[in-house]
């Protein structure tokens, strides 16, 4: 799936581990999310690229996880969105989230719902997140590092 400005999403594979492996976060942002890593059945690991090159990274799982987010049995739920240190700022998580509705709808035509679960203290991605549709559900849960709001964007 492909933006304007040649960000696109696509499924994981061998071609893109260099480019994973390379990727850097600093201290502050490695507590809000997951580097790229080994992840299991029910998990999709989705790449951000830019042109050819890995410059992000998020998971979608469908897996009994989803529930502790969703009672909606056709939700997925988003985790470990990340853009690559010394790509931040070029608006790639923004165009990332803005084709994630077009790409679900195609890859995974059953989900009707994403959520994901962002940090009271993560204000830049819950703006993000706001910003291309999100919704504050109102649901709280206790994470490794504090509260977490619960967000949902329904699928058109």
Not at 112 to 137: C, F, M, R
Request: hydrophobic letters at 40%; glycine letters at 6%.
């Amino acid at each position: 799936m492909k933006s304007k400005n040649n960000v696109k999403l696509t499924h994981f594979s061998d071609v893109y581990i260099e480019g994973l492996t390379s990727f850097v976060l600093d201290e502050e942002q490695v507590k809000f999310t997951a580097l790229p890593n080994a992840y299991f059945e029910g998990q999709y690991r989705i790449v951000i690229l830019n042109e050819s090159e890995p410059v992000g990274f998020f998971v979608l799982h469908a897996t009994d996880r989803v529930k502790d987010y969703s009672d909606n049995p056709n939700a997925m739920l988003l985790t470990s969105l990340s853009i690559h240190q010394t790509q931040q700022g070029k608006g790639y998580a923004k165009q990332a989230m803005f084709l994630l509705n077009q790409f679900v709808t195609s890859e995974f035509p059953n989900c009707n719902e994403i959520v994901l679960a962002v940090n009271h203290q993560n204000i830049p991605a819950q703006t993000l997140y706001s910003q291309v549709g999100y919704k504050d559900t109102g649901k709280r849960k206790i994470g490794p590092i504090g509260e977490q709001l619960i967000m949902s964007l329904w699928l058109s």
